[in-house]
């Protein structure tokens, strides 16, 4: 089992600034990937980030050049800078761990972009 509590969530003005941890803890494997997803009031989850242990990161186009991911391995920890925020990143922001096929979630923390 995995545990994933995330933190740095709220409410910021369009055009500002917020970054999310995410802290993982329990039976982690040196091989994983972890990253961001998001969920927006009647629409699907969806990838926002990824970073693999190897130091592979991809992006959803709609925030490339704006979000930046970063992992320290030795803290299993995750997190994802998002600057210039736009109305449109209002949603749960939800971290995720995976390893050989398994998937695990965080709580979820609220991300409120007013404009």
């Known amino acids: 089992q995995v545990q994933l509590v995330e933190s740095g969530g709220g409410v910021v003005q369009a055009g500002g600034s917020l970054r999310l941890s995410c802290a993982a803890s329990g039976s982690i494997f040196s091989i994983n990937v972890m990253g961001w997803y998001r969920q927006a009031p009647g629409k699907l989850r969806a990838l926002v980030a990824g970073i693999h242990s190897g130091g592979t990161i991809n992006y959803a186009d709609s925030v490339k050049g704006r979000f930046t991911i970063s992992r320290d391995n030795a803290k299993n920890t995750v997190y994802l800078q998002m600057v210039n925020l736009k109305a449109e990143d209002t949603a749960v922001y939800y971290c995720?761990?995976?390893?050989?096929?398994?998937?695990?979630w965080g709580q979820g923390t609220q991300v409120t972009v007013s404009s």
């Open positions: 995720h761990y995976s390893d050989w096929g398994f998937d695990y």
